[in-house]
């Protein structure tokens, strides 16, 4: 992959991890983004928020690991197993990653209930699927539904030997089906199908409660010093 010109952004106070600050580089925005370079992006660590794709870069903290799951070897855990018999009769769609208002409504219940204080608590729609599209990415919208209603959405990007899963959200009525946890066991299964090799989840930040559920998918690969190796994490 030929070189690509980054930018990186003024230090700015960390979301996940008190007293901290965070830096982020960012790819140039004059460059011509498609789902193959993407593909080795994700693999040195980056990710995307809308159409931009960035990946940690702080100064003092190394805290923010990219992580990736060998779906041809992951095996359910008791809990996961648990959730799977809970949405035995859940429901699937896939559709284009395009607005739809009951996806919209849908993502303002999740964030008033889940994150009211944050900033997506008021995101309007033009903000919503700015955050969650992408112009140039394969991304699919993944619909759940039990009984019968719209429950949530997972937001998926198809790459070229993987899935990068992007964001869930679901309806705090439906918490009893651990949604959170019966999305991402459906995108394992789905990319299991397709014969694809990996299933990036982000980043697994151990002192974080909202980023450290991620070692619960074994066995998991983390990024550290720019080699892929197993993390030696404690569900």
Known sequence: MASIPLLISSPHPCSYLDREHAQSVFVHPFVKMDTAIYSQLMAQGFRRSGDEVYRPQCAQCSQCVPVRLPVAQFKPNRQQKRCLQKNSETTVIIKPAVFEQAHYDLYLRYQKQRHAEGSMANTGPDEYIKFLGCSWCDTRFVEFF??????????VDCLDNA?????????????GYSLGVYAVLWQIDYAQKQDL????????????RKMNYKNQYQPLQGLIAQQWSFLETQP
């Not at 039990?146 to 937001?155: I, S």
């Not at 899935?163 to 918490?175: E, G, I, R």
């Not at 090799?197 to 974080?208: N, T, V």
């Open 163 to 175: 899935l990068s899963a992007v964001y869930t959200f679901f309806d705090p009525k439906f918490s």
């Open 197 to 208: 090799d990996w299933l990036y989840l982000g980043f697994w930040i151990a002192e974080c």
């Open 146 to 155: 039990c009984a019968g209603e719209l429950a949530a959405v997972a937001v």
